[in-house]
């Protein structure tokens, strides 16, 4: 797709990668840049520091910043904001609900993700993303807020009286802590984002978790080798691939769907010497001269922490090269981690230029979701082929013990709501054309009349947790357990209204069977329904599965997207 023109949403886009793709986008002249980073004063040194590189640029570069996990009320220009979040019970709450609960628009609309990307959020104008390359290391903000730390606190708290814990209080911040609900929740409010403001493209880059290595990974900050935390971090980052891939194979959304993931350490962004910080914050000067060495045989001597050691004046200054989201390394730590053999590296301008490729329709072999859908196993003409012996044999047994509809076991409920009441039709009806005779009073009463006679039928629907509503709307058939809410969301509706939109539906699929049986004879429809694949098109008889996956693929449109 081109460039030019459109509206581009960086997110991470203060880091090395998302500086780097910012420069190699500014040439294709967006109409707009948009700069999102966590902090704001990181936002505003990028937007500074690409519009002085770019001072000629017709692009129109804007900061935006916060945390893209959180609401938008929740955000502090001057911190970090999780940490209040959680501090606080009231906003901790709503936090675990956002993450747990239901999705809504309430919740959507309050992300701050969900109005970066639709130009909602403060000085966007209104004006969505067409393109949105996320250089956003999710996995590492969601892994490492590490619930094996979590878990341990809460074995010590469950050492004190009961009545010394706050357990509401420890069960919220555990929910909160949880990896994948988190993942989850981020990607539902991504897609449905970009649906809303009609991306045109999403890039995502990634991350392996482990710079490419494998579980023999050295650099664990000291854990257990290999490190809980760093797998965890590697098992978000591939879950989220496949969530990107599934995205991919969505109708409705994005046009492009690609990840770019880079499997070596990312450097570099600036080599100097000057203080060296961990956490934005520099390391304090300690000296212990020998003569105040202390007992090594003493525990107390040994904890992590304490009051040892002389601070000086000043801070750690030295030689350094910035590596980006790791840090700052130490010439001796850059040329370890880079040697052959251990994690090697690979330069941001690199993954840009890939990334900017992939959106401008080049194929440069590196985009993750095309690997996969080139290595994964789709259907297959022997299984299509075999599906024909399956039904036949099915039809056989239910010739002799009668119709096998559905039994709740696939789900969801509606499911098997659309079977059963295409399944009253057949019994009342027989045929496509049939049910269209009744006006929808007339066909609401007939199938009233079917499940009330007929205590076996009635009974296979109300035993699955499948509730049946009558005709007048206001009584319903029903067993020990209900499936679902409400009768679109899974009861069998015999009411008028819902018989006239099968009606509708019939009267459809009737015209669709009669336009594929004649005229075009090629490959060009897919003949979903047997009738128009069959060349029958006077054999009208309704099929129960045939008919609600046509449902399925026409109306709902849950088809599949990729073949």
Request: aromatic residues 6%; proline residues 6%; contains cysteine.
């Amino acid at each position: 797709m081109d460039i030019q023109g459109k509206h581009v949403l960086i997110l991470g886009g203060y880091g090395l990668v998302g500086r780097a793709v910012a420069r190699e986008m500014l040439p294709h002249h967006p109409a707009r840049l948009v700069i999102a980073s966590l902090r704001k004063f990181e936002a505003e040194e990028a937007v500074a520091q690409l519009q002085a590189e770019f001072p000629d640029s017709p692009t129109q570069i804007l900061p935006a910043w916060g945390d893209v996990f959180l609401r938008v009320e929740w955000q502090r220009e001057d911190t970090l904001p999780r940490k209040a979040v959680l501090a606080n019970p009231e906003t901790r709450r709503q936090l675990v609900d956002d993450i747990l609960g239901s999705l809504n628009d309430e919740i959507l609309e309050a992300s701050l993700l969900y109005q970066l990307i639709t130009g909602t959020w403060g000085n966007l104008g209104g004006l969505p993303a067409h393109i949105v390359v996320d250089c956003m290391n999710t996995a590492t903000v969601v892994a490492y807020q590490d619930v094996y730390t979590t878990a341990r606190h809460l074995k010590g708290q469950m050492e004190k009286p009961q009545a010394e814990v706050d357990w509401r209080d420890e069960v919220e911040r555990l929910l909160a802590s949880l990896y994948i609900p988190q993942l989850v929740r981020h990607v539902q409010i991504l897609h449905a984002a970009m649906k809303r403001a009609g991306t045109q493209a999403y890039i995502k880059v990634g991350t392996s978790g482990t710079g490419g290595m494998g579980l023999n990974i050295p650099y664990t900050h000291g854990e257990e080798k290999p490190s809980r935390v760093l797998m965890s971090k590697a098992a978000v980052a591939g879950a989220q691939t496949l969530l990107t891939f599934l995205m991919a194979r969505t109708p409705d959304g994005p046009t492009v769907v690609k990840e770019i993931k880079p499997t070596a350490m990312i450097g570099w962004k600036q080599i100097g010497y000057g203080p060296i910080k961990r956490h934005g914050k520099p390391y304090a000067l300690y000296d212990c001269p020998p003569d105040q060495a202390v007992d090594a045989t003493n525990p107390a001597n040994l904890v992590r922490e304490g009051p040892f050691g002389q601070q000086q004046e000043g801070t750690l200054e030295a030689v350094y090269i910035n590596t980006g989201e790791n840090g700052l390394f130490a010439a001796g730590e850059y040329a370890m981690i880079t040697a052959l053999g251990q994690m090697e590296s690979v330069t941001a301008e690199e993954i840009a230029q890939n990334v900017v490729l992939e959106i401008l329709g080049g194929n440069t072999g590196k985009d993750v979701v095309a690997a996969l859908d080139a290595a994964t196993m789709g259907p297959t003409y022997r299984a299509a082929y075999l599906r024909e012996a399956a039904l036949n044999r099915l039809h056989q047994l239910e010739a002799e013990y009668g119709e096998s509809v559905a039994f709740e076991i696939l789900g969801p409920p509606r499911l098997s709501k659309l079977l059963f009441e295409a399944f009253l039709l057949k019994q009342a009806y027989g045929t496509l054309d049939k049910a269209l005779e009744p006006t929808p009073e007339e066909a609401a009463a007939t199938l009233e009349a079917l499940v009330t006679t007929d205590a076996g039928l009635r009974q296979k629907i109300i035993s699955i947790g499948i509730p049946i509503l009558l005709a007048d709307g206001k009584r319903l058939l029903r067993g020990p357990v209900i499936k679902a809410d409400t009768a679109d969301q899974g009861w069998v509706d015999l009411t008028p209204a819902n018989l006239a939109h099968w009606q509708t539906r019939l009267r459809r699929l009737l015209e669709e069977i009669h336009q594929q049986s004649s005229g075009d004879t090629s490959s060009r429809y897919d003949r979903i329904y047997p009738a128009a694949r069959e060349w029958q098109p006077h054999d009208l008889t309704l099929r129960v599965g045939e008919l609600v996956a046509w449902v399925l693929n026409t109306e709902e449109r849950g088809f599949r997207f990729k073949r």
